[in-house]
């Protein structure tokens, strides 16, 4: 079975710092991890889900959202079939469902939710005042 396991969601108050964490299950798909580009999404509440960064497959290429950068930063480990999102001085506003995604594309930008292969189950966090 193929999957994308995200952990690490929790509570935190403004200002602090998550780190989430997506790894790769499935006999065939963590030997093929490094064919897929990767990418974290959110969606809160009421709102559609928004790409909030991705990673080429190598590591070596980055994209953020505007809402995150500067404050997020995304990872991978290919040996260990795991992308990582370290998520620092966070704010009320990045309160939503996190989900881990895997692709084909590096046009985050413009990529639909729905042109994303494989997505994960989702992990909630919530900042508080």
């Known amino acids: 079975q193929v999957q994308l396991v995200e952990s690490g969601g929790g509570l935190v108050q403004a200002g602090g710092s998550l780190r989430l964490s997506c790894a790769a299950s499935?006999?065939?798909?963590?030997?093929?991890?490094?064919?897929?580009?990767m990418a974290w999404f959110r969606q809160a509440p009421g709102k559609e889900r928004e790409i909030v960064a991705g990673?080429?497959?190598?590591?070596?290429?980055?994209y953020y959202a505007d809402s995150v950068k500067g404050r997020f930063t995304i990872s991978r480990d290919n040996a260990k079939n795991t992308v990582y999102l370290q998520m620092n001085s966070l704010k009320r506003e990045d309160t939503a469902v996190y989900y881990c995604?895997?692709?084909?594309?590096?046009?985050?930008?413009?990529?639909?939710?729905?042109?994303?292969?494989?997505w994960g189950q989702g992990t909630q966090v919530t900042v508080s005042s």
């Open positions: 499935g006999r065939i798909f963590s030997s093929i991890f490094t064919s897929y580009v």
């Open positions: 990673i080429n497959r190598s590591g070596s290429t980055t």
């Open positions: 995604v895997a692709g084909q594309s590096t046009a985050w930008r413009t990529l639909k939710p729905y042109e994303y292969d494989l």
